[in-house]
């Protein structure tokens, strides 16, 4: 995903590549849990 690269070349150039990773792992959390939450309402209906 494009906004997860772009993370990761600002934070790379800037020096702080282990918390580049880091911001990325939680941005996929986040957008995981929110597709399981739509996909479970979608189930619902």
Do not use: C, H, P
């Amino acid at each position: 995903r494009a906004e997860r690269l772009l993370v990761i070349a600002i934070v790379g150039i800037i020096g702080f590549m282990e918390y580049a990773v880091i911001i990325v792992i939680i941005i996929a959390a986040i957008t995981f849990i929110q597709r399981i939450i739509v996909t479970a309402k979608a189930l619902k209906d």
